[in-house]
């Protein structure tokens, strides 16, 4: 069979133009890593590696279409695309696109509007770059003529793919190129792994890896040491409890003093009779809010779980038990609130999971004060307010409040919200700045909020815990400013790193109880805490992480902390407590993923 037959071009010199189709998807590759990297970081084998899906990527468009015209123009979409949006949630949240974000897209949508997008001239370069790939490839002239040999491209170049995203996750793909495994820094592997390979590398943690020496007795073996609570029946002397996590509350204060013309948490900093209060540390910054909101409710914790995961997306799929399910067991009516979107983060479809009798949503509000386009915290805690004047008498509450007007977008103005903070170490209040005082503006809103909200508990007869705390730190780049008035460089300053995690809580009650300010607890512990100085019987789970406590103060997917204070980064210290974090993960790993063999009476 003549080539002819099967292709045809339209260039008179062969040569030249596969010379170009050779050529278009290494630049295509190039271009791809200079959004957020640059492709000179990338070891030679690792940028093969990386080279290699783009020949695939490109060779399936061919065959697909039919030509190289066709094709060499489609395929450079896909990763100029992929890596304009990997460019702006970078930019965001500080951390690269992976796989599991795409069950979040509804989420990230129903917030993109409140964000600028800043268009660099780095940014506006790459897009140009693609563009004449584009331009270049639609001008090549080859096609495939034959439609047996066209289908058996796509099938070969397709199988190709297939295979190379199974290796690209397995371990001799590891060990053969030299690719960078540190999962809790996904920009670092991104910048080291390449960001087609990063991402593709990270489609294997889709699924819960099974912890070293798992099997349903060995969990049963590690619970059996822990009794079942010792209450389980309605207790009329039981306080109603409220808890708000809310959004990207946060003090700047913990990586050192800074000068303001008004405290932006006059109440939260004053606040100390029957309080409890510090700080908690938690896994993510600057967004992921449903990871600490996982951590708190089901005492769980992300250290255990691929790095940017979402369980709330990913792993959830049926009941679990949780702080909710074992309280609504004691007798307590349960209700969750988010004063936004019903499906962000799956919430309409995990609250009745997690044990709550119902579930309030931004629908649920009549005329509510807004701040920035977002329900208000004070329209957000009338709500809980709302709840407590219907309820009937003797009944025993549990709500559980996420808020909303806090979330990132600072930098943008909003007609009717002004700073009303402002940072008088600093001259030049340009936009980063004046972001930096709009954000310590909501914190003061939020502050005014809750102190609104004890005030009413102070005058109810009954007995009613209060916890608040935040989800996690603002985004880079707000805090940047507070370690810039520090002099503190965030790449080589280990407490930098550790500081950027932390986040206040108060617990309060109407009644006496013995105050207290802990300088460290992770949110995986907090409902513990929560049951133990409200007087609530603890399960057997919670039983397990106090006792864990103690050992280890404070732990999350970046971070573990000794009995000493000191702290560690999360793939040193596990080292240092193997045996304890085994324990812990087998336990998880039931709750979360063995559910069929998941112990009976041990997590609620």
Known sequence: MKIKKIFS???????????????????????????????????????????????????????????????????????????????????????????????????????????????????????????LIILIGSRTGLKVKNWKVRLLGLLVFVAGMFGYIRYIGTDAAVETFGLDTTLFTPNVLYRNNGIAGGFLGNLKFLMVEEPEGYSPERAQEEAQNYEEAAKTQEDEDLPNVVVIMNEALSDPAVFGPFHTDFDYMPFLHSITDNAVKGKCYVSVKGGNTANTEYEFLTGDTMAFLPAGSVPYQQYIKGDMPTLASYLK???????????????????????????????????????????????????????????????????????????????????KDVEGFEETIHLTDLENKNTQVRAAEKYLTLMLESDRAFETLLSYFMRTDEKTVVLMFGDHQPSDYITNIFLRLQGIDRDTSEDAYFDNYIVPFV??????????????VSANYLSGLLLEKAGIPLSPYQNFLQDLRKEIPALTANMVMDKEGNRYRYDEGKETFQEQLNAYNILTYNHLSDTKHQIEGFFE
């Open 507 to 520: 617990l309060w009650a109407n009644y006496d109880i013995e105050e207290e300010e802990l300088d460290a």
């Open 9 to 131: 071009y339209k260039i008179k010199a062969l040569v030249p133009n596969l010379v170009l189709l050779a050529v278009l998807p290494v630049l295509a590759l190039i271009c791809l890593e200079f959004y957020n990297y640059v492709p000179w970081n990338l070891t030679v084998p690792i940028f093969f590696l990386n080279l290699a899906f783009f020949y695939l990527l490109f060779g399936i468009c061919t065959f697909l279409f039919g030509s190289t015209s066709l094709g060499y123009a489609i395929a450079p979409l896909i990763p100029m695309l992929f890596g304009l949006a990997n460019y702006f949630v970078v930019d965001f949240r500080s951390a690269p696109i992976v796989p599991w974000d795409f069950y979040s897209i509804r989420t990230a949508a129903s917030v993109a509007g409140n964000f600028e997008y800043e268009i660099t001239g780095r940014l506006a370069a790459v897009v140009c770059g693609f563009l």
């Open 329 to 411: 067991k004691l007798g307590y009516q349960t209700t969750a609130i988010h004063p936004y979107n019903a499906s962000g983060w799956a919430r309409n479809k995990v609250y009745p999971w997690f044990g709550f009798d119902q579930a309030l949503f931004r629908n649920d509000f009549s005329s509510p004060i807004t701040v920035r386009n977002y329900i208000s915290d004070y329209s957000a805690f009338a709500k809980i307010i709302q709840l407590f004047e219907e309820k009937e008498e003797g009944e025993k509450l549990f709500v559980f409040e996420v808020t909303m007007q806090n979330h990132g977008g600072y930098s």
